[in-house]
Nanobody, 120 residues
């Protein structure tokens, strides 16, 4: 199964920043949307943000004005800049990619997940 390659994440104090990156292998063609889900212990996986091939972005209300997604279409990479982090942002973050305009729970391509921990 083809997987996306994630990097970044880690431990940070509340109010700090982290940057996540994700790359799709060259063997994946026709990618449209890329983005991030996250899952905290005991919670369902939730959509954090996505960006389509034209740069149209979506954000969960809980991260608007704090998180910024960007991508490089030529390299099939996506980045997530996370600022003013809160303890509630603590979760495993999963990169996803899809052939349609948004990522979904059933998107065909996923990363392995990276832990983000925000201490109070």
């Amino acid at each position: 199964q083809v997987q996306l390659v994630e990097s970044g994440g880690g431990l940070v104090h509340a109010g700090g920043s982290l940057r996540l990156s994700c790359a799709a292998p060259g063997s994946i063609s026709s990618i449209n949307a890329m983005g991030w889900y996250r899952q905290a212990p005991g919670n369902q996986r939730e959509l954090v943000t996505s960006i389509d091939h034209n740069g149209l972005t979506r954000y969960a209300d809980s991260v608007k004005a704090r998180f910024t997604i960007s991508r490089d279409n030529a390299k099939n990479t996506v980045n997530l800049q996370m600022n003013v982090l809160k303890p509630d942002d603590t979760a495993v973050y999963y990169c996803a990619a899809d052939t349609i305009w948004t990522i979904r729970n059933v998107s065909p391509f996923w990363g392995q997940g990276t832990q983000v921990t925000v201490s109070s």
